[in-house]
């Protein structure tokens, strides 16, 4: 059963980073492409971040420059470092692969940017 679990988030102020953590087990980690995307209460889920099996990274536009996706084959983990942070930054972030036909998805973290 694959399995993800997200953990990192907080409170900080506009300026601040975070460092969000994801947690892969069910697959074989290497060879899938991980995602973060985030979700404001009333707004669609965005795609921020994707990392594939090569180490080829993607971002959305507003993150460019600020946010940092890694991953790490050994203990099956993707981190989002967060620089920089805005109060527009605040939402759950979620990661989440697609695996068998499926997308599985972790239960978020929230990361809210305020002063």
């Known amino acids: 059963q694959v399995h993800l679990v997200e953990s990192g988030g907080g409170l900080v102020q506009p300026g601040g980073s975070l460092r969000l953590s994801c947690a892969v087990s069910g697959v074989n980690f290497r060879l899938y492409a991980v995602n973060w995307s985030r979700q404001v209460p009333g707004k669609q889920r965005e795609l921020v971040a994707t990392?594939?099996?090569?180490?080829?990274?993607n971002y959305e536009d507003s993150v460019k420059g600020r946010f940092t996706i890694s991953r790490d084959n050994v203990w099956n983990k993707v981190y989002l470092q967060m620089n920089n942070l805005q109060p527009e930054d605040t939402a759950v972030y979620y990661c989440?692969?697609?695996?068998?036909?499926?997308?599985?998805w972790g239960r978020g973290t929230q990361v809210t940017v305020s002063s």
């Open positions: 990392i594939d099996s090569g180490h080829i990274k």
């Open positions: 989440h692969l697609r695996a068998g036909g499926g997308d599985f």
